[in-house]
């Protein structure tokens, strides 16, 4: 790459900060937020600030009803990281002057047939053990609740604690937070992170800019794994995971088919409606393991629209308003990768934050201030610790650990 | 109305011509290239020229597989047209100078299950007794001519003589033509017909401009009822008749999952697939008595993905490209409006030509050479003669006289 630290007028970098952040989705613009706000020259490079899979998700906030088999650990961080949504919302509204939309209504996971209750009920065993906070409620009061839900359900799982927030509208917030606190969003990638005498100095652009910075911040998603640059040792393991979704929304008028996030197994497939109080409903999300195609297909239209007609039959009136896919940065545990690169590894002041997979967005509280407590040389929240790089180098991870 | 007969800048209306066509989808267009090229002033208004049902249609040009019970007068219209579509094609491929994709092809009407054979033998009967080109095929046949169609399908019709046009190329298509001969489009609607001892003297448009005109040709669609100016008796009688419609995309290669169009009734449900060459598959159609609502629902989108995957499973791997909504123009009898005002009406020189409902590309030869001979003073084709407005006066039209 040939390129020149004088700013280039197209992009307009600015030619030094102390932290690049590459990528601006919740997660680099959260650390970008959080940088800037301890006082920290920061800069985010992003070709299209906010618009990744940070725009494609639903936004639930769901630690309890997202707890997998032989992911434990992952719980204890999604946990950590729900307990600060609430605040965090607070500080980004109040920093933003917009609100993002945060809702605490709960959850229901809803079970379809015979068949689909036996599994969401081994499920719910399973939170109990792990001192979760669910109750198992019959088909009728779970339509007590919720009077959309089709008569023939078999049971729902109520998860009191697990919420929801507008991921567009969080964006946007955040982009507004950033912006008072004095972060720069370049609308351009970065080509690969500069590296001199074992730390990091900048970045270079594609559009042929130098950022000199003693610390760059990779948060770039599924594209974390090819920003040029870094030391093969420290390239994070990342892939992306295709998940396409629907954006259904209600006609004018008081009329909701639901009031709170509902999660389903109907006939063995999983769907989940998010029900914003602007009138929008999410209906998500297939999980393919496809390369980076954002192509949405005929089929998983099709079947996203059946489990939900399934689980709420009203749906079927509402606006088809927007059908997209997008790539959730998947790691080889599900789990993120957040840390500093190692002592060792001759690339000090590089830190990584990407591989949040279905997480993104429930995690960036912590993520941004496990980061910036990194950068800062402050202590982080502890729950963090084991999910730096280092887990991958000997082939075990936290999950795998805890599976054996 | 408050206008000047000073052409307004915003919209560029010429002060006088012979012909004022309003509405400018593939009937107004044609009736407008038809009269330039017989040496007519003609100036089409119209909002969005082409972008209204004309844009939304699938092209389908089936006058065997769209016959319905009782509705055997229009049959006679609707042959009138497919004969001449080969030749209109070429004409207006020679006088834009691009292709509009008409694909002679013939079309499948395909039967799901036992009942659904059952009821398109009974239709093959009727169409039989019509003397209709058709033939039933065994599924095994079927499928040698697609080998898309599900295993499962229990036979099918075939009609060598249904074919399809790309409408969106026609649109080009058209526009393009008439341009060449000097019809004048201009982007604004039609607010009234202006009418003097008892003629008609031209048009004023929404932006206020006045247009004087011998002759107005009311070609508007559904909101042809909706053109002011016009006396009583003479207000055709449309309503909009909603139908919701999917575009598929083959991604890029040469495998496709049909050659021809392909309708079908799946568990008594209708819809059809429509194989372009460019690998575009227009998948439809809903039939709703909303009025002018043009939503997408989720619930459309729902059937119409089922229905077509039952037919051709191959479709779930195709780009869900685009879904809408369209207006068809549909009249009491679903026969379409073509005809002058009475003698004695009052009107003289108003034309009207709409209320094609689900056949405005394929009638659109036999209309636009029908208008042309009407306003020329020659005489035009005779099928069209008993479809004037008259029909609906004393209550009687030529579908319930054939009923009768």
């Not at 809702?103 to 689909?116: I, K, M, N, P, S």
């Not at 789990?335 to 001759?346: F, K």
């Amino acid at each position: 790459m040939v390129g020149t630290p004088i700013p280039h007028p197209a992009s307009g970098a600015p030619p030094a900060a102390d932290v690049v952040v590459v990528g601006g989705g919740v997660i680099g613009l959260s650390c970008a937020w959080r940088l800037a706000d301890a006082g920290l020259r920061v800069v985010v490079c992003d070709p299209a600030p906010g618009l990744g899979s940070s725009w494609v998700a639903a936004g639930m906030l769901a630690p309890v009803t997202e707890v997998h088999y032989g992911e434990e650990p992952l719980l204890a961080l999604t946990l950590a990281s729900a307990r600060r949504w609430p605040g965090f919302a607070v500080e980004v509204e109040a920093a933003a002057g917009v609100e993002v939309g945060l809702q605490q209504t709960g959850t229901l996971l809803v079970a379809g047939d015979a068949d689909d209750r036996r599994s969401v009920q081994e499920l719910h065993r399973f939170q109990v053990t792990l001192g979760l906070d669910v109750e198992w409620l019959a088909s009728r009061q779970a339509r007590q609740l919720e009077p959309g839900l089709a008569p023939g359900i078999s049971g729902a799982l109520w998860a009191p604690g697990d919420h929801q927030v507008d991921n567009r509208a969080l964006v946007a917030g955040l982009l507004r937070a950033a912006a008072h606190v004095g972060v720069t969003v370049c609308p351009v990638a970065v080509d690969h992170v500069e590296i001199a005498a074992g730390a990091v100095t900048g970045a270079w652009t594609a559009a042929g800019d130098h950022i000199a910075a003693g610390t760059v911040v990779l948060a770039a998603g599924w594209r974390s794994s090819l920003v040029g640059g870094i030391p093969d040792g420290l390239v994070p393991p990342v892939r992306p995971v295709k998940g396409q979704i629907l954006r259904l929304q209600h006609r004018p008028g008081p009329v909701r088919v639901l009031t709170r996030t509902v999660r389903a197994l109907v006939q063995g497939s999983v769907v989940y409606l998010v029900p914003r109080t602007t009138g929008e409903v999410v209906v998500g999300a297939t999980m393919e393991e496809m390369g980076p195609d954002t192509t949405p297909t005929a089929g998983a239209a099709y079947e996203l629209l059946r489990n939900a007609l399934r689980v709420v039959p009203g749906v079927s009136e509402l606006e088809f308003a927007e059908f997209t896919a997008g790539l959730r940065p998947g790691s080889p545990d599900n789990a993120p990768v957040i840390g500093p690169a190692a002592a060792a590894s001759g690339a000090d002041g590089l830190v990584i934050a990407t591989g949040h997979h279905r997480n993104g967005v429930l995690l960036a509280p912590l993520t941004a201030d496990a980061v910036a407590a990194l950068v800062t040389g402050h202590p982080g929240p502890p729950e963090v610790a084991p999910f730096g790089l280092a887990r991958f180098a000997g082939g075990a991870s936290p999950a795998a650990a805890a599976a054996h």
